[in-house]
């Protein structure tokens, strides 16, 4: 390959990406073909299969990038929700109140892939399973760092009120359905709260380390 090609192809592997992540999740992965991806992406059909041989790998490319930038955006809007006194579990309605607005919303694309995918498809399946898993992890770490009794517990009522929330977001498109969402995730930190901490620091660091951002902040 010279040099020219190879300066090529990563752009074409991106408008691959970029293209097929912007179908998928608006239009579902079966309704959305190889040719409608190659036709709006740009790329010959040729170099399609070269980057991704068959419309399996596509699929899975496109949830692991998906997982790495939602996941990302969530923790951001989360953390930045946190910096203010005395905030709980329910800053995580606050961010998917943001995400359910955005014009492009079309509910949670592992969720979508699940209901599409059959079981055979094992590696889709897998994935989306380990977005949701890394979620709840996401959750029992914030319930630790809000000092609640049982972490695990309050990471499992969050995880299904989440859900239900993006579904019925979803479904009816309806303002007020976060609302409730936060309701419900208050109600789960005030049952099971441990004396307090003080004001969660960074979902990345510990407990003890949580605890010194917030005198700071104090």
Same mark, same amino acid.
């Given at each position: 390959?010279?040099?020219?090609?190879?300066?090529?192809?990563?752009?074409?592997?991106?408008?691959?990406?970029?293209?097929?992540?912007?179908?998928?999740?608006?239009?579902?992965?079966?309704?959305?073909?190889?040719?409608?991806?190659?036709?709006?992406?740009?790329?010959?059909?040729?170099?399609?299969?070269?980057?991704?041989?068959?419309?399996?790998?596509?699929?899975?490319?496109?949830?692991?990038?998906?997982?790495?930038?939602?996941?990302?955006?969530?923790?951001?809007?989360?953390?930045?929700?946190?910096?203010?006194?005395?905030?709980?579990?329910?800053?995580?309605?606050?961010?998917?109140?943001?995400?359910?607005?955005?014009?492009?919303?079309?509910?949670?694309?592992?969720?979508?892939?699940?209901?599409?995918?059959?079981? @055979? $498809?094992?590696? #889709?399946?897998?994935? !989306?399973?380990? *977005?949701?898993?890394? &979620?709840?992890?996401?959750?029992?770490?914030?319930?630790?760092?809000?000092?609640?009794?049982?972490?695990?517990?309050?990471?499992?009522?969050?995880?299904?009120?989440?859900?239900?929330?993006?579904?019925?977001?979803?479904?009816?498109?309806?303002?007020?359905?976060?609302?409730?969402? @936060? $309701?419900?995730? #208050?109600?789960?930190? !005030?049952?099971? *709260?441990?004396?307090? &901490?003080?004001?969660?620091?960074?979902?990345?660091?510990?407990?003890?380390?949580?605890?010194?951002?917030?005198?700071?902040?104090?």
């Amino acid at each position: 390959m010279d040099v020219a090609a190879r300066n090529q192809t990563p752009g074409a592997r991106e408008r691959i990406l970029e293209t097929a992540s912007r179908l998928f999740y608006r239009d579902g992965l079966r309704a959305t073909g190889v040719d409608t991806i190659i036709a709006k992406s740009g790329v010959a059909k040729m170099s399609f299969y070269r980057h991704f041989p068959s419309k399996s790998d596509l699929i899975e490319e496109f949830l692991r990038r998906r997982h790495d930038r939602w996941t990302v955006w969530f923790t951001k809007a989360v953390e930045r929700r946190l910096k203010k006194r005395g905030a709980g579990m329910e800053v995580v309605a606050d961010a998917l109140r943001e995400w359910f607005a955005e014009p492009d919303f079309r509910g949670c694309a592992f969720i979508n892939a699940v209901a599409e995918t059959p079981l @055979r $498809q094992a590696e #889709q399946n897998a994935i !989306a399973r380990q *977005h949701k898993e890394h &979620l709840r992890s996401f959750l029992e770490k914030l319930a630790e760092r809000l000092s609640l009794s049982d972490p695990e517990n309050s990471a499992a009522q969050a995880m299904i009120i989440i859900e239900g929330t993006i579904v019925r977001a979803q479904m009816t498109g309806d303002p007020e359905v976060p609302a409730t969402c @936060r $309701q419900l995730l #208050q109600s789960i930190g !005030a049952s099971s *709260h441990r004396p307090a &901490l003080g004001n969660a620091g960074s979902l990345g660091k510990g407990r003890k380390s949580a605890t010194k951002s917030s005198r700071k902040r104090a």
